[in-house]
């Protein structure tokens, strides 16, 4: 939620990238194997057999995961110098949903569809943590776009403190195509972006919901905009022009969950 007329777009900055498959870290490696996800194989810095560890490692050999021991620097490697917590798996790639799989999810559950629609959000950080916030709030799904987004890359997994490994995500060639196939469903949309109205004043209801987020640099697109049924805000009370993305989405997702629990 960016105020498009006094900002321009910020770089992104190119970390090392993860090995092709590699689930990073403890806490995404105990969703990794709660999800029951293929795990090919599964790297622990060596000697390192305390605590949670132990605990993860016990999992993966009962599940007949083959465990090896390596050095540091292995891991360091694989995890492209991300914070391993001494822990990598090599898991097949999570595949994309479609709307129509996230649509299915909600009537599965006996609920109404609750989505989060992401309007370019390149930073593999911001996207991570927008699903982690989708989980905890009982979205059903993410959408992304194919195109000048972020997809789902290791960064993202590790980033999402394994909520990835419970949140479909589909990826769509065109956000306002989305929006209006999710209108079909019933769905009511509505997108965060300053100049709307306040964000606590809104009776979302129980019903199908939308909820769009914009770019780091832009916020949404004008077109996308138009095609939205609603636009709100969050005051504010400060000197910056805005909350990060992954931080707006937290407050506005929350709010929504409070009026569907």
């Given at each position: 939620m960016q105020n498009?007329?006094?900002?321009?777009?910020?770089?992104i900055v190119h970390e090392a990238v993860a090995a092709e498959g590699a689930v990073v870290g403890r806490n995404a490696l105990r969703e990794l194997l709660a999800s029951g996800r293929a795990i090919d194989k599964i790297f622990v810095l060596r000697g390192e057999r305390?605590?949670?560890?132990?605990?993860l490692v016990a999992k993966a050999l009962e599940?007949?995961?083959?465990v090896v021991e390596v050095e540091r620097q292995k891991l360091d490697s694989l995890s492209g110098g991300g914070n391993h917590q001494g822990v990598v798996a090599m898991a097949a790639q999570k595949e994309y949903s479609t709307i129509e799989d996230i649509i299915e999810i909600a009537k599965s559950r006996g609920e109404n569809p609750?989505?989060?629609i992401l309007d370019g959000v390149e930073d593999p950080h911001n996207l991570g943590a927008i699903i982690r916030?989708?989980?905890?709030?009982?979205?059903?799904g993410v959408i992304i776009p194919k195109r000048r987004a972020s997809g789902i890359t290791s960064v993202v997994e590790k980033a999402s403190a394994g909520a990835l490994e419970h949140m479909a995500v589909a990826k769509v060639t065109n956000i306002t195509d989305a929006i209006n196939k999710l209108k079909e469903y019933g769905l009511w949309i509505y997108a965060a972006e300053v100049g709307g109205e306040d964000y606590r004043s809104v009776d979302y209801g129980s019903g199908p919901v939308g909820v769009v987020l914009g770019s780091e640099g832009y916020g949404t697109s004008r077109l996308v905009l138009?095609?939205?049924?609603?636009?709100?805000?969050i005051p504010n009370y400060g000197h910056v022009n805005s909350l990060n993305v992954s931080?707006?989405?937290?407050?506005?997702l929350a709010e929504v969950s409070k009026h569907r629990h």
């Open positions: 498009k007329g006094n900002f321009k777009r910020k770089p305390e605590g949670s560890i132990t605990l599940r007949g995961i083959p609750f989505v989060v916030s989708a989980d905890v709030f009982g979205a059903h138009e095609n939205c049924d609603f636009k709100i805000s931080c707006a989405a937290a407050v506005v």
